[in-house]
């Protein structure tokens, strides 16, 4: 099993307090990529296509990737925080 990902974008509101929810969490890695599409590098390019969250990224954020499972916005990830922890 793959640690879960968190894809967020900087200046986010619900990104910022997805991530607050997680501080005390080292089992999910968290990724920021710039707000704007235009500014990512060929890294965080290729990593958001990997995971199958580039599109996702493009409509919403933040994004939990588990394991192939997706699980977009706070709401969604809070309750999966609440049921794993």
């Not at 879960?4 to 991530?19: N, Y």
């Not at 005390?24 to 890695?29: P, S």
């Amino acid at each position: 099993m793959n640690k879960p990902i968190l894809f967020s974008l900087e200046q986010c509101v619900k990104c910022v307090q997805t991530k607050e929810l997680m501080t005390d969490r080292d089992d999910v890695e968290i990724v920021t990529f710039p707000h704007d599409i235009n500014e990512w590098s060929d890294e965080e390019l290729e990593q958001a296509k990997a995971h199958d969250v580039f599109d996702d990224l493009q409509k919403t954020a933040p994004i939990l990737w588990i394991d192939g499972e997706k699980k977009i916005g706070y709401l969604r990830i809070r309750k999966w925080l609440q049921d794993t922890q």
